[in-house]
T-cell receptor, first 114, second 113 residues
Framework: GDSVTQMEGPVTLSEEAFLTINCTYT??????LFWYVQYPGEGLQLLLK?????DKGSNKGFEATYRKETTSFHLEKGSVQVSDSAVYFCALKPPNFGNEKLTFGTGTRLTIIP | DAGVTQSPTHLIKTRGQQVTLRCSPKSGHDTVSWYQQALGQGPQFIFQYYEEEERQRGNFPDRFSGHQFPNYSSELNVNALLLGDSALYLCASSLGGQGGGYTFGSGTRLTVV
């Protein structure tokens, strides 16, 4: 079945450091890929998405590129801020119409220190 | 524009009891999905409701059931609660089941003692 594997956390970085959170997936065909962010005490917010190979999703300085050859969707940001501290989830949705199930990774907790 | 509203925010139940959680979707959305998020884990898909019917179901026992009302709001019911049902239950709404356009609520934290 479908699965998502994320980089083990927690990750602690200094402000303005470069961020990479690795995500690889196992799925049939070309799933849609997502990054969600969860701040303390809140639900999930969509950060960015990509729906086909070589697409790059971007938002709020975060980027991720859909790499079919390596089945990866790594999250990157050039200069992190304290406000980026949160838990980040990589997720996929199968390509077949009518299958709306999102499969999530276990999440990566990111802490940014001033 | 109101987002997804879930109630209650926190709940404590005793093992063996039954619980009902509620969700109001974002304005304009007609599809509701429910997820269970155990502590330190990613959300797990329970089921999705569209046009008042369960359209898709994840790997959860029949103790988990749901309902969608004509105004698109939804309920999640869990019978015969187990300690392992303690989790954050998230509701997500979307339009016509269009994958990726989900708006998540803040969740209901259920503790079973």
């Amino acid at each position: 079945g479908d699965s998502v594997t994320q980089m083990e956390g927690p990750v602690t970085l200094s402000e303005e450091a470069f961020l990479t959170i690795n995500c690889t997936y196992t799925a049939t065909g070309y799933p849609s890929l997502f990054w969600y962010v969860q701040y303390p005490g809140e639900g999930l917010q969509l950060l960015l998405k990509a729906t086909k190979a070589d697409d790059k999703g971007s938002n709020k300085g975060f980027e991720a590129t859909y790499r079919k050859e390596t089945t990866s969707f790594h999250l990157e940001k050039g200069s992190v801020q304290v406000s980026d501290s949160a838990v980040y989830f990589c997720a996929l949705k199968p390509p077949n119409f009518g299958n709306e199930k999102l499969t999530f990774g276990t999440g990566t907790r990111l802490t940014i220190i001033p | 524009d109101a987002g997804v509203t879930q109630s209650p925010t926190h709940l404590i139940k005793t093992r063996g009891q039954q619980v009902t959680l509620r969700c109001s979707p974002k304005s304009g959305h007609d599809t509701v999905s429910w997820y269970q998020q155990a502590l330190g884990q990613g959300p797990q898909f329970i089921f999705q409701y569209y046009e008042e019917e369960e359209r898709q179901r994840g790997n959860f026992p029949d103790r988990f059931s749901g309902h969608q009302f004509p105004n698109y709001s939804s309920e999640l019911n869990v019978n015969a609660l187990l300690l392992g049902d303690s989790a954050l239950y998230l509701c997500a709404s979307s339009l016509g089941g269009q994958g990726g356009g989900y708006t998540f609520g803040s969740g209901t934290r259920l503790t079973v003692v």
